[in-house]
């Protein structure tokens, strides 16, 4: 494995909630590969969430929280930058900007379906209104929305369905062009056809940024990743390809969580 | 069977307190209607109070409240915002949440003998100034635990996913979470507008009255509800006659202020 194929690098990174004594993450490793899916699993608890969070620094929403050790975003072959070092809230947009974020719950903005879309895009400052269409479009039809969409653009977001919501929301995020786009369990508020189209989706995009999933759903995790990184309170159990990871696990803590014995 | 018969005698005592209850408003409303829509002639609303109509005290209620909204609407919104996006759960923020709600419940009078202390007493005379903090003062508490709560309502995943599109804290809140809270706050300030204008005691020895039309804020101030309040004390017919007619227009004024927010807050959801 060489650092060329890797968006992000986790090293020794431990995490401290602001309210707690102890950390919840504990000197995790993990890379993330360029263009591919990496899945994160675990029980309920486990951290798995905390750590894409500390990703984009959305933690940083909420002050007093403890960072230790490096998360390196790599943007050419050469250059890496530790994001923990940044301090400036510019930084911290350019950050956002190059990562993206889904959450579980669709969070449309209450305005309109163009207007959604076209929000980050104003707020990385383009400001040329046919560019602006071009790329909203771009993203609707790349985010698989745009028939849906097409003939409703100014009516408000808020009335498209939740499945629809959640794929307005990825359109958003890939409007900015990130280079990683994590998920927070995209699927889990959503019914099984808006899970399969949002799945669809993601595998479709996988060409053109990295993305990471943190999931419950196990079948999620070994159908659409590349990578399984599998943590339990807040350890790093096993990390390896996912086909790995649900055929031949290392650890008898994993083989134990992904046969169902405990989680 | 003992079960039952409780259950009608509390049915019965219930019901019968809420026909109580409901008796005294309509009765309330039913004696303000006969007698203040029978006081109402074109002239209550084209002449002064000096000539036996209402107009100047109409239009010095409307704008001492309207000025009063202006001060307290942005001075309350930023505090509501400072206390639920920047203050964190910060002794500050708690300390100004407490202060702010035991303000909301301070008797009227007493903020009006504050702002006489402060603001009569000490330029020589009762203005309309003087008024327009007094209403002011009893406003922003209001907007302030209005604005707190509804932006409580919006949920943390909406900021959270601004501030994940490369927005900065500030934009998100003025672009993002004030709009999904908009309507919850605009009815707040709807229904806070009722509450200051049909207040008397802040206005008393503030603003006082006058029985002329004028705008001119430095000097007394026509104000509808101290008119009210003196035209009842008055011997004459006329006057109380004219105290009833007041005293509708002021409810109707009111009531339909309060059905607007009402409506906006069921239509929102």
Redesign the interface.
């Known amino acids: 494995m060489t650092d060329n194929n890797l968006v992000l690098e986790i090293k020794d990174f431990s995490f401290t909630y602001a309210s707690a004594d102890a950390p919840s993450l504990k000197k995790i490793n993990l890379p993330i590969e360029e263009n591919k899916i990496t899945a994160m699993i675990g029980p309920s608890g486990c951290g798995k969430s905390t750590l894409l969070r500390a990703m984009?620094r959305?933690h940083d929403?909420?002050?007093g929280n403890k960072y230790e050790g490096e998360i390196n975003l790599y943007r050419e072959a050469q250059e890496k930058e530790n994001i923990l070092h940044l301090k400036k809230?510019n930084d911290f947009?350019?950050l956002?900007?190059e990562v993206?974020?889904i959450?579980?719950?669709p969070?449309p903005?209450?305005?309109s379906i163009f207007d959604n879309v076209a929000?980050?895009l104003k707020?990385?400052g383009l400001k040329n209104k046919t560019e602006l269409k071009d790329r909203v479009e771009k993203a609707l039809k790349d985010a698989a929305i745009w028939k849906e969409t097409k003939d409703r653009l100014n009516q408000s977001a808020l009335g498209m369905s939740g499945g629809q919501q959640q794929r307005l929301?990825i359109a958003?995020?890939v409007a900015?062009k990130p280079r990683v786009l994590l998920f927070d369990e995209p699927t889990s508020a959503l019914d099984p056809i808006s899970t399969g189209a949002i799945e669809e989706l993601i595998s479709e995009i996988k060409s053109e940024v990295s993305m990471v999933i943190v999931t419950h759903n196990m079948q999620q995790a070994s159908r659409l990743s590349d990578y399984t990184a599998f943590m339990y309170l807040g350890d790093m159990v096993e990390y390896d390809k996912t086909e790995n990871i649900f055929l031949n696990p290392k650890e008898k803590l994993t083989e134990e969580y992904i046969t169902g014995r405990f989680g | 069977m003992n079960r039952l018969l409780l259950n009608k005698i509390i049915l019965v005592l219930s019901t019968l307190s809420a026909v109580i209850g409901i008796g005294f408003l309509f009765w309330i409303l039913g004696t303000l209607s006969y007698k203040g829509i029978s006081s109402i002639h074109w002239s209550t609303f084209a002449n002064d109070l000096v000539e036996g109509g209402i107009r100047n005290l109409l239009v010095g209620q409307f704008t001492m409240a309207l000025l009063a909204s202006a001060l307290a609407v942005p001075l309350g919104m930023m505090a509501g915002i400072y206390l639920r996006e920047y203050g964190?759960g910060s002794k500050l923020a708690s300390l100004i949440r407490n202060l702010s709600d035991i303000m909301m419940s301070a008797p009227s009078i007493v903020i009006g003998v504050f702002v006489f202390a402060l603001f009569v007493d000490p330029f020589g005379g009762y203005n309309g100034y003087a008024g327009i903090i007094a209403l002011a003062i009893m406003m922003i508490p209001i907007i302030i635990s209005t604005t707190d709560n509804m932006l409580a309502l919006v949920?943390k995943?909406?900021?959270?996913?601004?501030?994940?599109?490369?927005?900065?804290?500030h934009?998100i809140i003025l672009?993002?979470v004030i709009?999904?809270a908009?309507v919850g706050i605009t009815t707040g300030v709807l229904l806070s507008f009722a509450r200051i204008i049909g207040e008397t005691a802040p206005l008393l020895f503030t603003s006082a009255n006058n029985q002329f039309f004028t705008m001119d804020l430095s000097g007394q101030f026509p104000s509808l509800t101290v008119s009210i309040y003196n035209l009842a004390t008055y011997p004459d017919s006329a006057s109380r006659e004219l105290a009833w007619a007041a005293s509708f227009i002021l409810t109707m004024i009111v009531l339909c202020i309060n059905l607007i927010g009402r409506y906006a807050i069921r239509n929102k959801k």
Request: charged letters at 25%; a positive charge.
């Open positions: 984009n959305i929403l909420y002050p809230e947009i350019k956002r900007q993206g974020m959450f579980q719950k969070t903005f209450p305005m929000y980050g707020l990385a929301c958003r995020a900015l | 964190h949920p995943e909406l900021r959270e996913a601004g501030i994940a599109l490369g927005g900065s804290k934009k672009q993002i709009k999904a908009k």
